[in-house]
């Protein structure tokens, strides 16, 4: 085998899935043409295991995100993207054949990275904009990222690479990743989702009191370790209305306003920053004793909160087209907007506010 054909990135994934499956022969498919070459898709293979235990259920791993091949990239501790995702999909029986729209959807996650430069780790969220599997009656309509705790961490000739397993998650479970913490829900809601194997038909978790109450325990606890969030608009002015003092209004989306009034509460009283962006600008919203804002520039808003603003700000902004104020910050305003949510095509699936 010359050096063009060799495959060592390829092979360290696969005698690191041999001690689990032995000699059982996955399902493959591979591309045509490989995407640095001008094919299509990113990803140059899946595989998919079938799997008896916990539950009858398909494993799927990619083949892509790492090198695969010759080293190329300059970082030798790492293999290309220092990751590879995997997915476990639940069936009803074992002779149940794999979905292949789990083939687009991960390549679709790939395109993704590849597109955006945006890498995925541990801890990590996603809304889906809609069901897991397009035409599928599902509440899964989002994801978290966990690391597979069957596979987790190798070296290879290449470097260093996580597999990072894609856990798919209802709506209402995202809203808790966002205001408490991805991994600890993760934690809390395994021992009824062993191997967090994604099942399309069932309920959220959120939904068993038992859970809700460990979750709402945790989040008053722990608070949210969520410091981000990208948001479809923000932008801000200053007014000074006639006779009044300079104001501060600040435009949100109504999608942008459901996770600011979940995760804002979690941080701010914790002493916890959060900030806040779009394509237009960012702003800071940060702890501190007397409510003020400082406009850095154009593109970047400071906005000083007390506990006390921070919680009047979530009871009284609503993801509704109107404008809020709050008495504890007089001279500040939150106008929202209404948000489109549009599928992968640009169709506009649905309005909020």
């Not at 050096?3 to 032995?22: E, Q």
């Not at 490989?34 to 235990?53: C, K, Q, V, W």
């Not at 999909?89 to 991960?106: A, H, K, Y």
Request: hydrophobic share 40%; net charge negative.
């Amino acid at each position: 085998m010359s050096n063009d054909d060799a495959t060592p990135g390829w092979d360290a994934i696969n005698r690191t899935l041999k001690p689990i499956y032995g000699e059982q022969e996955p399902l493959h498919w591979g591309t045509i043409m490989r995407f640095s070459l001008g094919g299509n898709d990113p990803l140059d293979g899946i595989s998919a295991y079938r799997r008896t235990d916990p539950v009858p259920h398909w494993h799927f791993v990619t083949f892509g995100f790492s090198e695969l091949y010759a080293k190329e990239a300059e970082d030798t501790e790492c293999s290309g993207y220092g990751f590879e995702l995997t997915f476990r999909l639940r069936t009803e029986t074992f002779d149940e054949p794999p979905s292949t729209w789990v083939l687009n959807f991960l390549q679709n996650l790939a395109r993704y990275v590849f597109s955006s430069g945006n890498v995925f780790d541990a801890g990590h969220y996603m809304d889906l904009n809609g069901p897991i599997a397009l035409g599928v009656e599902t509440k899964i309509r989002a994801i978290a990222i966990a690391q597979d705790s069957e596979l987790g961490r190798i070296q290879t000739p290449n470097g260093e690479l996580t597999f990072l397993q894609v856990v798919g998650i209802t709506l209402d479970e995202l809203f808790t990743a966002k205001a408490w913490d991805t991994s600890r829900l993760l934690e809390t809601i395994q021992p009824h989702l062993p191997l967090w194997i994604t099942d399309l038909t069932r309920s959220s978790f959120t939904d068993d009191l038992s859970i809700a109450c460990t979750i709402q325990a945790g989040i008053e606890r722990d608070g949210s370790s969520t410091a981000f969030l990208f948001v479809g608009a923000t932008s801000w002015k200053l007014e000074r209305p006639l006779l009044r003092s300079e104001r501060l209004v600040l435009t949100l989306g109504a999608n942008g306003v459901r996770n600011f009034v979940t995760v804002l509460p979690n941080r701010i009283p914790f002493g916890r920053s959060l900030d806040v962006a779009s394509r237009e600008g960012r702003v800071h919203f940060a702890p501190a004793d007397e409510c003020a804002w400082n406009a850095m520039g154009e593109e970047e808003l400071v906005v000083h909160l007390t506990a006390a603003a921070a919680h009047a700000l979530v009871r009284t902004v609503i993801p509704k087209q109107g404008t809020y104020m709050i008495s504890q910050f007089p001279n500040f305003v939150v106008q929202v907007v209404k948000s489109e949510i549009k599928d992968t095509e640009g169709k506009v699936v649905e309005v909020i506010g």
